[in-house]
């Protein structure tokens, strides 16, 4: 499998993982109308997008969306993987290793106490991959402790599922 196939089939994953996500949460009536979770949530999809509009050079810097209901949100969820699919399907093998500047980098460096290193387009694509990951573990756990049932998201059980298509809500 070559880097863009397996980037492709990451960003799969991370449309089931997240449709699995969602069903969990909404069948579970608090976890549903939880404001913490529901803020992890949108901090997931803000970041997927803000690295999309970075990928197509349209990045600016702009507050958070809010959306009035967990609805809203899940639609502009679900809107992000047809945007980021076509993006994904018009990208070649050399563009991967193109550099990538992430317009937030500097406000980072302060924390990092020292100058971020450049990037390029694979290594953040595969950012995006693994914070979405490490968000939707952070919304199973709060989803336990409201009382609900965590789905299985692993990228294993994706794969003996039969790389399934996502199922949102």
């Known amino acids: 499998m070559n880097d863009l196939t397996s980037l492709r089939e990451l960003f799969r994953h991370m449309e089931w993982a997240d449709a699995v996500v969602w069903t969990a949460v909404l069948a579970h009536a608090e976890a549903a109308e939880h404001a913490a979770l529901r803020d992890r949530l949108h901090h997931l999809h803000h970041v997927q997008r803000a690295f999309l509009q970075v990928w197509r050079g349209q990045y600016t810097r702009t507050p958070p969306a809010n959306f009035s209901d967990g609805a809203a949100l899940l639609n ?29 980098s500097r406000m980072v460096e302060s924390r990092l106490g020292r100058k971020a290193e450049a990037l390029s387009l694979d290594e953040t694509l595969l950012q995006v991959v693994m914070h979405s990951t490490y968000h939707r573990g952070q919304v199973n756990m709060q989803l336990r402790e409201l009382g609900g049932e965590p789905p299985l998201t692993d990228f294993i059980v994706w794969l003996w599922l039969g790389k399934p298509q996502p199922d949102w809500p």
Do not use: I, M
């Open 76 to 104: 502009w969820a679900r809107e992000y993987y047809r945007e980021v699919e076509e993006y994904l399907g018009n990208l070649n093998e050399q563009d991967l290793n193109q550099p990538q500047a992430v317009p937030w």
